[in-house]
């Protein structure tokens, strides 16, 4: 079986500290996600990374980074957090380079509260 | 713009009935679409997709999805719930990136 593991379950931040949230996949992937999920708004893409060291965008990448210099880890930063950003993030990988037809595997969560 | 729309916030239904969630998705090229399911303080987990070929795709714990072209729509499906199946349910299409629905919550009472 797949396994995303996320780094902590739940964060408590406050406004203006910088955030590290870490994914590890252990299933050889190519693809890595972060999203953000809210309710009502279901998830939303914040960044993707197809490959070791590259990125790129998603939806809404204001106010976040990524960083990934290893295969399996994918790093979420939050540089000056804020309270916009208390939500649930979510990891996420998947098989096949640029390719969407695979399923992606997710990460339990980590809830994060800025205050 | 590509998306997905999940029309009902919340489905409730008596364990033993058939269950319908239902997810369209916007006319855009051909998408690949998904069901996704997430458990109380849980992850998603995958439950079934179309990629091509047979309308009617089966997936995990008894569900299943009927890709219908003509209606734009990809309702997911099992012929009797259980309590167990309680839970957020997401529809997501890939149009390059997956776009999530705003999900749908599944209450089956006993």
């Known amino acids: 079986d797949v396994k995303v593991t996320q780094s902590s379950r739940y964060l408590v931040k406050r406004t203006g500290e910088k955030v590290f949230l870490e994914c590890v996949q252990d299933m050889d992937h190519e693809n890595m996600f972060w999203y953000r999920q809210d309710p009502g708004l279901g998830l939303r893409l914040i960044y993707f990374s197809y490959d070791v060291k590259m990125k790129e965008k998603g939806d809404i990448p204001e106010g976040y980074s990524v960083s990934r210099e290893k295969k399996e880890r994918f790093s979420l930063i939050l540089e000056s957090a804020s309270t916009n950003q208390t939500s649930m993030y979510l990891c996420a990988s998947s098989l096949g380079g640029l390719a969407d037809s695979y399923e992606q595997y997710f990460g339990p969560g980590t809830r994060l509260t800025v205050t | 713009a590509q998306s997905v729309a999940q029309p009902e916030d919340q489905v409730n239904v008596a364990e033993g009935n058939p269950l319908t969630v239902k997810c369209t998705y916007s006319?855009?090229?051909?998408?690949?679409l998904f069901w996704y399911v997430q458990y109380p303080n849980r992850g998603l987990q995958f439950l079934l997709k179309?990629?091509?070929?047979?309308?009617l795709v089966k997936g995990s714990y008894g569900f299943e999805a009927e890709f219908n072209k003509s209606q734009t729509s990809f309702h997911l499906k099992k012929p009797s719930a259980l309590v167990s199946d309680s839970a957020l349910y997401f529809c997501?299409?890939?149009?390059?990136?997956?776009?999530f629905g705003a999900g749908t919550q599944v209450v089956v009472t006993p």
């Open positions: 006319v855009s090229g051909n998408p690949y």
């Open positions: 179309y990629i091509t070929g047979d309308n």
């Open positions: 997501a299409g890939s149009w390059g990136k997956l776009q």
